[in-house]
């Protein structure tokens, strides 16, 4: 698999780690993914024999871009520019996530496909705007778009959901989807600190942003709601379907009178009955679906299997990375069952 | 695909109810398994051009054994000698588990193996006895072995452990296997039953057998424990491998105590650095692993993508039968893709 690499920060730069330590193997199957170009915004670095992923990290490291690289470097070539110009089975698109108009991901995922490359993508802002859209593209142009890592970084939510739960009709899902958010009304609940100064002790550990307001706001958890609700329960939608309400409005009263019953505040993303929502809503401790600190959980009501919760670490450079690889693996096997 | 089931109990019933309401369909894919052959322990009903699994219902309800039926009944018949007599694809052994020599389960799928049949079971028995033999068989006939339902009932605990987790090393995995001992612990824990009083309301509530001494004792958690280590972490082991210790010995002053700590007792069944193990353990309440009542949950050690539980339901009889039906899509699908 000759694979183009777009995007080039935490998640690109695991990937990169990863298969440089030899091939990635699990289940059995050794896949050996051959990156042919690597683009991030200062241009890009282009061999189409193939790169050293270890190069190419050491230049990015020492230069700040990808496209220092003396011999193979290209400054200032975009990655739209790159995908008209490579020859390559694949597109590992790692740019980051832009709600607004999903750019540039979005026309990179298009062109690529365009150009009947498989897509693996970790970027929530294309998925959210135009999944139904760009899944009819995939299709159309007979290649696959795979994106794994946009829920719950390693956790398998999205494979649980559809593959894991086969053969049952999914009624319902609902889920915390947010690690941020779920950091900050765990230490509002455990520690009692009112929600500025959770938010601060998260920014301080780097579990939020400087500009949080897309985790505060329930728009992270959004995006990967509509993912859920298109892929596993094969729903139509987008982020303008989905109601949002973020945990700004959360006072600590609320979380103490929530704790004296038994329950928690938690920024819950549910999708029952064709309706999707993101709103703080209270759990019961009891539920298996309430995880604390950074956790992200997601329970699928399954007929006939019930509910099946699965929980994990919702993110992560290299968590988020062994996403992409399984992605990876999946569509090598899917093209060798097509073409044999 | 031809299918002949042997044994009819829950899971075999609720089996053959799904697939009398049509097809059964997830992910797009449709399957419409006919079933040729069903056998009891008071004989066999078979027809080559396939059963009505309706009438086969009826037949067992009114008369106690599907070898009651008029036409193609067969009293008496083995579930041997069914397999040696009959022409079909797939094996669905759903016959109860005995693990002191895993038969009548074991021979039937050997019988079918060698026979070239794929077999689903559902039956622990010959697995925790002989899973690498088992599997090796199956590989030399070109057919395929799958037992989803075995651990988790419908909760895809097997699933996500291998293919979920595709592209990570499992480093170790740790779990509550058994609903029956797990709603002891729970309601000693939380009304303060005694172990035998707790354990005779999980009798009268249909959770524990009359003789519950296979669940108190940790044996069925060992078995599912082996068959988790074989398939997810490619260990070859067995049941003798396993050191089991049973709940029959813990006391309610120690689940208080535990209590008062922030922990519960639970009956833990692990694999970590090639050790098999079964006993009671403290569990913080914290621990997402820690669920209540009747639930199962596992916890798989994944490097990269961290820890990753699985919550479900851990039997049942429709449930088991939604794993049956995830194992069919399976074996048609990977069957399509040796054909092709």
Known sequence: LRVVVIGFGSVGQAFLRMISEGGVSSSGLWIHPRVV???DSGGAVVDEKGLNPREVLEVKRREGSVAADPVHGRPGLTGLELLRDVEAEVLVEVTPTNIRDGEPGLSHVREALRRRFHVVTTNKGPLA??????MELAEYNGVQLRFSGTVGGGTPIL???REGLFGNRIEGVRGILNGTTNYILT?????GLPLDEALREAQALGYAEADPSYDLEGLDSACKLVIIANWVMRMESSLGDVKVEGISDVTLDQVRRAEAEGMRV????SAVEGRL???????????PMCVDGTLNAVTYRAEPAGEVTVIGRGAGGSETASAIIRDLAKIRMEAAKLIA
């Open 37 to 39: 170009a690597v683009a």
């Open 129 to 134: 705007l135009a999944l139904p859209a760009l």
């Open 159 to 161: 494979d649980l959901g």
């Open 187 to 191: 230490r509002m609940a455990e520690a």
């Open 266 to 269: 938690k920024l819950v993303a």
């Open 277 to 287: 929502e993101v709103k703080p809503e209270l759990v019961s401790r009891r539920d």
